[in-house]
């Protein structure tokens, strides 16, 4: 029986480790926290009693996932809750345009506030959604994406294809632009793009910013009841129920090797576990560091040119009442873009890229305890919002940007802060420490700026094989990127599968 190694129980980790298993690998995966599930957590804060996640929280992702589709995650507790509005942006006239399951209430939605861009929106959506299957299997596959890609091309046809690859190289302000004549649609789509630290401007944000609500459309944009921890518990129960074995508190400090192939790992404490396929669920520019000994030069050089995202910095709140958003969609939508207009979020987006903190931030929010009353007693809302910084942050700068984040929401829901009865703040440091992968704060793995998502982390024909025999990545830095959906983890590990078969044939 072939014996893996993985190291690192993010959502990656675990995917990777279920699929050897299923395919009956002896598999052993090892965690530096006290916990499975990386940045899949959830935590009793800012006070007992309501349950935030800690890192990320919405997960339509997650939902689309072609690779969790295929495990009984329900069977280990997994439920998803769905708000009665996917996500609203709240602008400074009191309205809020919204994303809905529904298209036809989307598109009512736009059409609100100016005539049309509902009809742009669902005629740009349709073709789309019919054939949400392929487009799933372009967007949410191992690379090269060679079978979704031949059946999204013949489902779309050549003129189809080629408005998709126009589509690939567009920014978001060149999608919004082309579909939209009003400021509330454009602002809409804008904040999109923001899920990504590619802002509007850059290339390649128009397809991030519509894949995202037309995942809204197909699957919704929901959340795990309970806390996202229960995803991360789904995963790593069907792992052990497919026996597996799992170690929490064992960092891997070094991978072991020699002449070209990786042999096992070394942990903090001394320990040699040996291993016929190691695979790492670590970012890019931790691999040189774990397997400077095994990795060719090349690898470690073309490695440490990639590029990390923004820091970010989070706040979860925990309220005595819901937040009082001026406009009705925004009370009723479990995700909040909050930045107002298209101009104001390029502006806080390049204030970003110029080492600045900006004065009105971007914001990404949610309220979950809206569909999920699991997440707090009765009397009491969680709330939360993220915003991307330049790095890392002194005590007083951190202090500073939450004053601007509270006044960002109080801007669209006047006597917000009123409400606040107890805050948790995490900047980049405090992200990083509890977990690695997110050094810098960087929650997306690298920057998603465009050849770092088509290259992604390096050229080659293969992101997951690293040059060194038995070793492989299979985290958010490698293809296609970040979101809880555990395709790099699954690629990596379908990856050292055929390789072993490919050998002993």
């Known amino acids: 029986m072939p014996r893996a190694i993985v190291v690192g129980g993010g959502p990656n980790g675990l995917s990777a480790a279920i699929t050897l298993a299923e395919r009956g690998w002896d598999v052993e995966l090892l965690e530096a926290q006290p916990r499975l599930g990386g940045a899949v957590a959830s935590a009793e804060l800012p006070e007992p009693g309501v349950v935030h996640d800690v890192y990320s929280a919405v997960y339509p992702a997650a939902v689309s996932s072609p690779v969790f589709a295929r495990w009984p995650l329900h069977q280990h507790g997994l439920r998803w809750t769905h708000p009665p509005v996917a996500m609203a942006h709240p602008l400074d006239d009191g309205s ?64 189809g ?79 052990a129920a497919l026996g597996g074995r799992a170690r929490t508190n064992t960092r891997v400090t070094r991978v072991l090797g020699g002449d070209g192939r990786a042999s096992g790992v070394e942990t903090a404490d001394g320990e ?33 040119r990639f590029r990390r995202g923004p820091g970010t910095v989070k706040v979860d709140w925990s309220l005595d009442g819901p937040i009082p958003w001026t406009a009705p969609a925004a009370r009723e939508a479990g995700t909040l873009h909050v930045g107002g207009w298209a101009g104001d979020i390029a502006r806080a987006v390049a204030e970003v890229e110029l080492g600045n903190w900006p004065e009105r931030p971007f914001l990404l929010a949610g309220q979950q305890s809206l569909a999920d009353p699991t997440r707090a007693p009765q009397g009491i809302e969680t709330a939360w919002a993220y915003t991307r910084v330049p790095g890392y942050a002194g005590a007083d700068d951190l202090a500073r940007h939450v004053e601007r984040i509270e006044a960002q929401v109080e801007r669209f829901a006047p006597g917000f802060t009123a409400l606040i009865r107890q805050r948790h703040v995490k900047g980049p440091a405090e992200l990083e420490s509890g977990d690695a992968n997110l050094e810098v704060g960087d929650v997306g793995g690298g920057s998603y700026s465009l050849d770092q998502v088509v290259f992604r982390p390096v050229p080659g024909l293969s992101p997951y094989r690293t040059g060194t025999r038995g070793l492989y990545l299979g985290s958010a830095s490698a293809f296609p990127g970040g979101a809880a959906h555990g395709v790099p983890g699954h690629a990596a590990a379908m990856a050292a599968h055929r390789d072993r078969r490919a050998g002993r044939r």
């Open 272 to 304: 040699r576990l040996g291993a016929d396929v190691v695979i790492a669920d670590v970012s890019a520019w931790d691999l040189p560091r774990l397997a400077a000994e095994v990795l060719p030069a090349a690898t470690i050089a073309k490695l440490r």
């Open 96 to 159: 809020a345009p919204a994303l809905y399951r529904s298209v036809a209430d989307t598109q009512a939605s736009l059409n609100a506030y100016h005539a049309g861009d509902g009809e742009a929106w669902h005629d740009f959506a349709a073709p789309y959604l019919r054939k949400f299957e392929a487009l799933r299997g372009v967007m949410l596959a191992g690379f090269p994406p060679v079978t979704g890609g031949l059946r999204f091309a013949a489902a779309l046809k050549l003129g």
């Open 161 to 239: 294809v080629l408005e998709f690859a126009r589509l690939l190289l567009q920014p978001a302000a060149g999608l919004a632009h082309d579909l939209f004549r009003g400021e509330h649609s454009r602002a809409w789509l804008y904040g999109s793009a923001l899920h990504s630290d590619a802002g509007p401007l850059s290339s390649g944000s128009a397809v991030a910013a519509a894949y995202l609500k037309l995942m809204g459309h197909a699957r919704g944009w929901p959340s795990p009841e309970g806390g996202a921890g229960n995803l991360a518990g789904a995963l790593a129960g069907h792992f």
